[in-house]
């Protein structure tokens, strides 16, 4: 079973989003700022700034992946100052595309989890996606 704090496959889980990242035109810029600031994506230029100082390091594939959504879904500053609703409503659609990367990554790497929660505790899923993956699995069986 995958172990996050495991820092090997830390790095494998990172590689490989860096990976899609760079097949899907995305650049990317790893920096070391304060503790826990936030990472950003910029649509124009197709790059992403991942900020690397975390308090918690098992937290960095999930920025990584939704930092990659944002982009992928060609999400613009629009999207975000429109109105709050549309600022969550946009986070939550790169929280769900998110998600569904690293179920791709199980999928390959034939990774199981008998619960939703067991593998949101693995792969240090955000709480505020708990409501998608119960969703999710519901739909799946
Ligand atoms: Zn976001």
Same mark, same amino acid.
């Given at each position: 079973?995958?172990?996050?704090?495991?820092?090997?496959?830390?790095?494998?889980?990172?590689?490989?989003? @860096?990976? =899609?990242?760079?097949?899907?035109? *995305?650049?990317?810029? !790893?920096? $070391?700022?304060?503790?826990? /600031?936030?990472?950003? #994506?910029?649509?124009?230029?197709?790059?992403?700034?991942?900020?690397?100082?975390?308090?918690?390091?098992?937290? @960095?594939? =999930?920025?990584?992946?939704?930092? *990659?959504?944002?982009? !992928?879904? $060609?999400?613009?500053?629009? /999207?975000?100052?429109? #109105?709050?609703?549309?600022?969550?409503?946009?986070?939550?659609?790169?929280?769900?595309?998110?998600?569904?990367?690293?179920?791709?990554?199980?999928?390959?790497?034939?990774?199981?989890?008998?619960?939703?929660?067991?593998?949101?505790?693995?792969?240090?899923?955000?709480?505020?996606?708990?409501?998608?993956?119960?969703?999710?699995?519901?739909?799946?069986?």
């Amino acid at each position: 079973m995958i172990d996050l704090s495991n820092k090997r496959n830390r790095e494998r889980l990172i590689e490989y989003l @860096l990976n =899609f990242a760079f097949e899907n035109g *995305i650049g990317f810029i !790893m920096v $070391k700022v304060g503790l826990d /600031d936030p990472s950003a #994506s910029y649509p124009d230029t197709r790059m992403m700034v991942i900020n690397t100082n975390l308090s918690d390091p098992n937290e @960095l594939p =999930f920025i990584i992946a939704h930092e *990659i959504a944002h982009l !992928m879904l $060609k999400h613009s500053r629009l /999207d975000f100052d429109s #109105s709050p609703i549309n600022g969550l409503r946009t986070d939550s659609n790169a929280d769900r595309y998110a998600l569904k990367m690293f179920l791709e990554y199980c999928k390959i790497n034939d990774f199981c989890f008998d619960t939703w929660f067991k593998f949101a505790e693995v792969f240090c899923i955000p709480k505020r996606c708990y409501y998608l993956l119960e969703n999710y699995f519901r739909m799946v069986g």
